[in-house]
């Protein structure tokens, strides 16, 4: 196969992916939405499937993947879902949800172009030599999406469920089986009509702008994410970085408000154990792939500020030992501990056992692995689901000692926000299941 690299004009990302006809059903945009944070130089829309890999194990997976072509050459993109945690550990199983979807979806593309944000720049590779058409017409842009309709609003726990599965990881720290469980609530449903994915997408990146968002086309389902955390990078050269996510408060109404929100979570006694019980997590986790010695904590408790939300973030790095692939690295690490708890295991059953409903993609990771050893993936967070008028997005936070059963209830509501807005759902609607 002889690829073609060709530079393009510059154009948003977003201008491009809406070229991109409406019937082509395999397709993938990964939109940097904040420009200038961690992470978010470069977007990527991928085009043109040539081999997909749907319900693999890790093991096959990593067959496919190689470290010695070029990045684009063998790109692959799509998704890890949750479920794969039964691959790595023995686990109770979940029981499925309204939606299910194979547990991995990875495609790998023809066309791969590449924006630069930062030198406002494009390149296309392309396996064949040539650049689909569509990609150099200027067509207009469409319309502005309306929010949908929803007929139907379901959640896996009511209000006093979720309260009382508050309560009872809070006993169970007490115990000392764990130290934190990540508790995680579904909202799912059916539109009155099926909605045009990249409209609503679009609609997404203004709501909710993040470094991490991506909209993957992948047959008759379509996932939109606006994801603000990443789960690991690794370059060529191995350099490994996660950034977990644990601490969230709302933005205010006013500067003050909000500069005294940003304040206190930064100095929260309660969320800095949380995120700080995570970095240990992770540091475990890197360490098990990672050169003795190279695992350190380049950043920790920083309140980053997003459209709905401040979260507080650290940043770990490390260096993968090179008999190690960068897909065992990454399964290594999987499930995002942000995700899970503190121990993983412990908690991951303890949560299975409460959230009743399986977590599908969600708490997973939305990325992609190149030809040269790369990748970079997001925890699937902020994420909503379609598949024809069916709906489903999710939802969660970190339980630990301290934690007040209403404010952990609350902060499910404050989470929803972006999405519930996307969908036109008042967040009284989510606060009354």
């Not at 530079?7 to 395999?26: F, H, I, K, Q, Y």
């Not at 959640?155 to 009872?168: G, K, P, T």
């Not at 991490?212 to 086309?217: F, G, I, M, N, V």
């Not at 005294?260 to 100095?267: D, E, Q, R």
């Amino acid at each position: 196969m002889t690829w073609r690299v060709s530079d393009l004009p510059w154009c948003n990302p977003l201008v491009m992916a809406g070229r991109v006809p409406s019937e082509t059903d395999c397709w993938v945009l990964f939109y940097s939405g904040m420009v200038g944070a961690a992470g978010s130089r470069y977007s990527i829309l991928a085009l043109e499937p040539l081999e997909e890999a749907i319900d693999y194990t890790f093991k096959a997976f990593d067959k496919k993947l190689t470290s010695d072509q070029a990045r684009y050459e063998n790109f692959w993109a799509g998704y890890l879902g949750y479920g794969l945690k039964h691959q790595l550990e023995r686990l109770p199983q979940d029981q499925p949800g309204q939606l299910t979807m194979p547990d991995l979806w990875m495609v790998r593309f023809g066309v791969v172009v590449v924006f630069d944000h930062c030198t406002e720049t494009v390149q296309c590779w392309s396996a064949n030599g040539r650049i689909p058409d569509y990609l150099l017409q200027e067509v207009p842009a469409p319309p502005q999406a309306a929010s949908p309709h929803v007929a139907s609003l379901l959640s896996n726990m009511i209000r006093s469920e979720y309260l009382a599965h508050v309560q009872a990881i809070r006993e169970a720290i007490f115990r000392g089986d764990l130290y934190q469980a990540n508790l995680t609530r579904k909202f799912f449903g059916e539109l009155q009509q099926e909605v045009d994915a990249f409209s609503l997408f679009r609609k997404l990146t203004e709501i909710s702008p993040a470094p991490y968002s991506a909209l993957l086309k992948l047959g008759d389902n379509a996932v939109l994410s606006s994801s603000p955390e990443r789960f690991l990078t690794v370059t060529p050269d191995g350099a490994m970085t996660t950034t977990p996510i644990k601490g969230s408060a709302p933005r205010g109404k006013t500067e003050a408000e909000d500069a005294a929100i940003a304040y206190a979570l930064a100095h929260s006694t309660k969320d800095r154990a949380e995120n700080l019980m995570i970095v240990d997590l992770m540091r475990n986790d890197l360490s098990r792939s990672a050169v003795a010695g190279s695992v350190e904590v380049a950043s920790l408790f920083d309140v980053t500020q997003y459209s709905t939300v401040y979260h507080l973030s650290s940043t770990i790095t490390a260096q993968k030992r090179p008999e190690v692939s960068t897909l065992e690295a990454v399964q290594a690490c999987f499930p995002p501990g942000s995700m899970t708890g503190a121990p993983k295991i412990k908690a991951m059953e303890v949560c299975t056992a409460l959230e009743q409903q399986a977590r599908g993609i969600y708490s997973g990771a939305i990325g992609w692995f190149g030809g040269d050893g790369a990748a970079d993936l997001s925890v699937v967070i902020r994420t909503l689901i379609l598949h024809g008028r069916q709906f489903e997005f999710q939802v969660g936070g970190g339980v630990v000692a301290d934690s007040s059963p209403e404010n952990e209830w609350q902060e499910t509501l404050i989470k929803a926000r972006a999405l519930a807005s996307l969908l036109g759902i008042e967040e009284l609607a989510l606060a009354t299941l």
